[in-house]
C-alpha cells in the first residue's frame, strides 16, 4: 500500500475510533455528568502516562529498526516483548507503591477503587503498543489500523456491557478499559509466538534501548504537555472542573487529528529514504497540511460553540471559552507529528526531544502561574502559548537542518494543487470502478 492509500485507510479507521471514543465521552459526560467525566479523563491519561514512562521508547525502536533491517524481524520481536514484559512489571508495581501519594495531590478526588481497577491495564496497553509498534515498523499498514479499529470496538462493546447495561459506572469503564486490552494482547500472542526466538542477546537489548532511549524523552513530554495542565488544574481547583476543561480539550484536538494520521505511515515510509528525498517529501506534506489546518481551526471557531451545546447540552458551557483560547496552540502544535517523524528518520530524535522538553517546561510553569488565578481559562491560556511556542521551535529546527525557506514551507504551489487533485481523481474513480464491479 503506497503511502496516499495508507495515509487515507488510517485517517479512516482513527476517523472510526474517535467516533467510538465520542460516543463513550458523551454518555459519561451526559448521563453520569461532569465529576465523572473528570474522572474518566484522569485515569486514562495516567495510565497512558505511566505506559509511555515505562516502554523507554523501544516503540519509535520497532518501527525504526524494522524500517532499516539491521535486525531480523524474529529477533527484534522477541526483545521488544521481552522489554515490554519486563517493564510493564516494574512500572505497576510502582504505581501501587506510589498510590496514596497520587490520591493526595494530583488524584485528589478520585476514588481509591477506581485507580486500583486501572493499574492493571498497565501491563496490558504496554504490550498493545509494542504489538502494534512493530506491525508499523513493518509497513504492514492495513493491519495496524485493523487492529487499532478492533481494539476501539472492543472498547465501546464493553463500554456498553459494563456501563450502559451493567451500569457499574466509572467502575464499569476501567473494567472494560483493562478486558479490552487484556484480549488484544491475546490476539497478538497468537500472531507473533510462532515466529519468536526464544533467546535474549544483551547487545541487541543494547542497541534498541540506545535508539529508544534517544527518542523517549520527547513523546513523554509530549504526552505531559498535553496532560500536565488536568493534573496541575485537579490539584488546585476540582475535579468537576476538569471535566468541563476536558469537553474543551476534546474538541481542539479534532485539529491534530489529520497530521497524526498522516505522522503514523510518514515515519516508515521516511525511515527508508535518503536526506534530500527526506527533506523534500516531509516540505510538501507540511505546505497541504497546514494550510488543512488553518481552515480546520477556521470552521472550530465558527461551530465549536454550536458543537459542545449539541453534543453535550447546556450544561457544558463553561467549555466554550477554554475551546476557543486553545485552537491557535492546537494548530501550531499540530506540525510536531510531522517533523517528528522527519527527525526519527533523520536519526536526530534529540531535536525533537529538547524543544519537547523546553515547550514543558513553559507550560507547566505557565500552568502553576495561571490555573490557581484564572482556573480553567488559565489552563487553556498557558497551553496555547506553550503550544504556539513549540511549533514554531520546530519549525526553525527543521528550516536550519533542510536549508529550506518559509516560503517553501508554507506557500501552496501549483504543483501541490495538481497532486492533490490526482489523488482525489485516483480516489474517485477507483471508487467507481468497485462500484461498478458490485453485482
Keep these: 500500500m503506497n503511502f496516499i492509500k495508507g495515509s487515507l485507510f488510517t485517517v479512516i479507521s482513527k476517523a472510526i475510533m474517535f467516533l467510538s471514543s465520542l460516543f463513550i ?5 451526559r448521563i453520569l455528568g461532569p465529576e465523572a467525566k473528570g474522572m474518566y479523563y484522569l485515569l486514562v491519561q495516567l495510565v497512558s502516562i505511566v505506559v509511555l514512562l515505562g516502554m523507554f521508547g523501544i516503540n519509535n525502536s520497532a518501527v525504526y529498526f524494522s524500517g532499516k533491517q539491521r535486525i531480523s524481524q524474529a529477533e527484534l520481536t522477541t526483545h521488544l516483548l521481552f522489554l515490554a514484559v519486563f517493564s510493564s512489571a516494574i512500572f505497576f508495581i510502582l504505581i501501587m507503591m506510589c498510590r496514596d501519594f497520587l490520591l493526595g495531590s494530583i488524584l485528589k478526588g478520585l ?6 481497577i486501572m493499574t492493571f491495564a498497565i501491563p496490558f496497553l504496554m504490550l498493545n503498543q509494542i504489538a502494534l509498534s512493530i506491525i508499523l515498523g513493518l509497513k504492514r499498514i ?11 470496538f472492543l472498547l465501546f462493546l464493553n463500554f456498553l456491557i459494563f456501563v450502559v447495561g451493567l451500569r457499574m459506572g466509572i467502575s464499569g469503564a476501567c473494567l472494560g478499559f483493562v478486558i479490552t486490552y487484556f484480549l488484544m494482547d491475546c490476539v497478538y500472542i497468537l500472531l507473533f509466538i510462532k515466529d519468536m526466538e526464544w533467546q535474549i542477546s544483551r547487545d541487541k537489548i543494547k542497541e534498541i534501548l540506545y535508539y529508544g532511549l534517544r527518542s523517549f524523552l520527547g513523546p513523554i513530554c509530549l504526552l505531559l504537555i498535553f496532560k500536565a495542565d488536568s493534573f496541575v488544574l485537579n490539584l488546585f481547583s476540582d475535579i ?5 476543561y476536558s469537553i474543551a480539550v476534546s474538541l481542539a484536538e479534532l485539529i491534530p487529528f489529520l497530521p497524526l494520521a498522516i505522522g503514523t505511515v510518514l515515519f516508515p515510509k521516511l525511515a527508508s529514504q535518503e536526506i534530500d528525498v527526506l527533506n523534500a517529501s516531509t516540505i510538501r506534506v507540511v505546505r497541504v497540511i497546514f494550510s488543512f489546518l488553518i481552515l480546520l481551526g477556521l470552521t472550530l ?4 460553540r454550536w458543537l459542545i451545546l449539541f453534543i453535550y447540552g447546556q450544561m457544558y458551557s463553561l467549555s466554550i471559552v477554554p475551546m476557543y483560547i486553545l485552537l491557535p496552540g492546537f494548530v501550531f502544535i499540530s506540525l510536531y507529528y510531522l517533523f517528528f517523524s522527519y527527525f526519527n528518520a533523520a536519526a536526530k530524535p534529540e531535536v525533537s526531544t529538547i524543544i519537547l522538553i523546553i515547550t514543558l517546561i513553559i507550560k507547566v510553569a505557565l500552568s502553576i502561574f495561571a490555573i490557581p488565578r484564572w482556573g480553567i481559562i488559565g489552563a487553556a491560556g498557558a497551553s496555547t ?10 519549525l526553525a529546527a527543521f528550516r536550519l ?8 514551507i508554507f506557500i501552496i504551489k501549483n504543483s501541490d494543487i495538481k497532486y492533490i487533485w490526482n489523488i482525489s481523481a485516483s480516489l474517485v474513480n477507483k471508487y467507481r470502478v468497485t462500484e461498478e464491479a458490485l453485482p
Design 142 to 152: 492495513v493491519l495496524y489500523n485493523v487492529f487499532e479499529m478492533f481494539c476501539y
Design 401 to 408: 537542518h533542510s536549508k529550506s525557506s518559509l516560503k517553501d
Design 25 to 29: 465521552s458523551i454518555y459519561i459526560a
Design 385 to 394: 502559548i506553550s503550544y504556539s511556542l513549540c511549533g514554531i521551535m520546530f
Design 301 to 304: 471557531l465558527f461551530l465549536g
Design 111 to 116: 476514588p481509591i477503587q477506581y485507580v486500583r
Design 240 to 244: 468537576r472542573n476538569v471535566g468541563f
